[in-house]
């Protein structure tokens, strides 16, 4: 059964680090690209950035600018999000995804990060 499950989420204050991980299992996870998403309350989910299997490629949303950094330990089947200088617009609900042919194909949980000013 593939699953994927974040931890890591929390409250803390503007300018404040957290870092997000995310561990599946249930397939061969070396394999597959993955991805992080955010959903803030009364707002539509949105791409926060994907990293490529094996780790060399990275893709970021515009209003990351330099403060996210995703990355990967396919040793520990693990996908991570280091988020830095956070900002209460950064409040949300974050969800890791499996990335299979072009689409996200299997979702987590998700893990709340709530950023206060």
């Known amino acids: 059964q593939v699953q994927l499950v974040e931890s890591g989420g929390g409250l803390v204050q503007a300018g404040d680090s957290l870092r997000l991980s995310c561990a599946a299992s249930?397939?061969?996870?070396?394999?597959?690209?993955m991805g992080w998403f955010r959903q803030a309350p009364g707002k539509e989910r949105e791409f926060v950035a994907r990293?490529?299997?094996?780790?060399?490629?990275?893709y970021y949303a515009d209003f990351v600018e330099g403060r996210f950094t995703i990355s990967r330990d396919n040793a520990k089947n693990t996908v991570y999000l280091q988020m830095n200088a956070l900002k209460p617009e950064d409040t949300a609900v974050y969800y890791c995804?499996?990335?299979?042919?072009?689409?996200?194909?299997?979702w987590g949980q998700g893990t709340q990060v709530t950023v206060s000013s």
């Open positions: 990293i490529t299997s094996g780790g060399a490629t990275k």
């Open positions: 995804a499996r990335r299979n042919s072009g689409s996200f194909d299997t």
């Open positions: 249930g397939y061969t996870f070396s394999v597959y690209g």
